[in-house]
Nanobody, 117 residues
Framework: QVQLVESGGGLVQPGESLTLSCTAY????????VTWYRQLPGEAREMVAS????????NYAESVKGRFTISRENAKNTVYLQMNNLKPEDTGIYSC??????????WGRGTQVTVSA
């Protein structure tokens, strides 16, 4: 079955860290660009970080630069989002998307991240 599955979310205090995983099943993942998004109820989805396929070029939202790191381990069909120094405004449902020109776009269902004292 073709799917993306996110994991690693949870409840943390401000200043703490989390690492999210986005794992692909049922398709070859290494040539797909992967983007992490986050969304709060009633708000627009926000791009957090992205990484291209084999060239592994990364981009970040200004709000997370210097705190978040996106990386990929193609042998494990997984993209990671290391989140350090978390802030309450980082709270949201984090979802990943895999896209490649000419191929279907895949979305995961998301994982909840809550940053609260």
């Amino acid at each position: 079955q073709v799917q993306l599955v996110e994991s690693g979310g949870g409840l943390v205090q401000p200043g703490e860290s989390l690492t999210l995983s986005c794992t692909a099943y049922g398709f070859t993942f290494d040539t797909y660009a992967v983007t992490w998004y986050r969304q709060l109820p009633g708000e627009a989805r926000e791009m957090v970080a992205s990484i291209t396929g084999r060239s592994s070029t990364m981009n970040y939202a200004e709000s997370v630069k210097g705190r978040f790191t996106i990386s990929r381990e193609n042998a494990k069909n997984t993209v990671y989002l290391q989140m350090n120094n978390l802030k309450p405004e980082d709270t949201g449902i984090y979802s990943c998307k895999a896209a490649q020109m000419g191929r279907p776009v895949y979305w995961g269902r998301g994982t909840q991240v809550t940053v609260s004292a």
